[in-house]
C-alpha cells in the first residue's frame, strides 16, 4: 500500500506542477490581451488563443470571465510588488538621491504594461456590475501596498503633518504621468516633473532645518 501511495503522489506532483503552468500561461496571456486590445477585444478565447490552451481548459481554472481577467490583474500586481522589492535593494542609501529613486522607480511602474491593462479593467468596470467588486476591491488592495512600501522605501515618518498626504499624492501623480503616456511617448517631460516633484518631497520628508 505505501508503495502505491508514494507512486500516486509522485504522479501527482508533475500533474499539479503542469496545471500550475497552464495557470500561469493563462494569467501572463490575459494581462497581455488587455493591455493590447482593451476589455471588448480580450475575450476568453482570445486569451486561450494566446496562451495556446483550450477553452476547457481555462474553464477549470477559472469559471467566468471576470474571474479571470481580475485574477490576472492580481496576479501581476503580485510579481510587481516582488520586483519592486528586489529593484529597492539597490537604491541610494538616504537623502535626496534616494527620494528622486524611489519617485522614479513608482513613476515608471505607472507607464509600463500591467498598468495599461488595470487601467482598462478599472474602465471596464464602470460599465460591468459583475467587474464592479472584484476590480473595487482589487484595486484598494493594490492601492493599500503601494503607499506601504512608498512609505517604507521613502523613510516616511506619517506621524508628521503632511506627510502622509505628499506620499499619497506621489502615487497620485504617478498614476496621471501613466495616463499622459498612454498616447504618446511623454518621459522627456516626465524626466523634469520627476526631478521637480522629488527635490518637493524631500523637503516635505526632510524639512530644510532637518535635511542635508
Known sequence: MGVVT??????????????????????????SCLAERGWSGSTV???????GVTRGAAQHHFRTREELFTAAIAHMAEEWLAAVRERARALPG?????????VDMLVDVHTGPLFRAALHLWVAATDEPALQPRVAALEA????????????????DESVPGVRETVQGTLDM???????????????????????WSRTLDTV??????GN
Open 6 to 31: 508514494d507512486a500516486a503522489a509522485a504522479d501527482r506532483e508533475p500533474k499539479q506542477d503542469r496545471a500550475r503552468a497552464t495557470r500561469q500561461r493563462i494569467l501572463a496571456a490575459a494581462v
Open 45 to 51: 478565447a482570445v486569451v486561450c488563443a494566446r496562451a
Open 94 to 102: 538616504s537623502g535626496r538621491d534616494r527620494t528622486h529613486a524611489v
Open 141 to 156: 488592495r493594490i492601492g493599500r501596498e503601494a503607499h506601504r512600501l512608498a512609505v517604507e522605501f521613502l523613510g516616511a
Open 174 to 196: 504617478a498614476r496621471g504621468l501613466g495616463l499622459a503616456n498612454l498616447l504618446s511617448d511623454d518621459s522627456a517631460r516626465r524626466a523634469g516633473i520627476v526631478r521637480q
Open 205 to 210: 520628508l526632510r524639512p530644510p532645518a532637518e
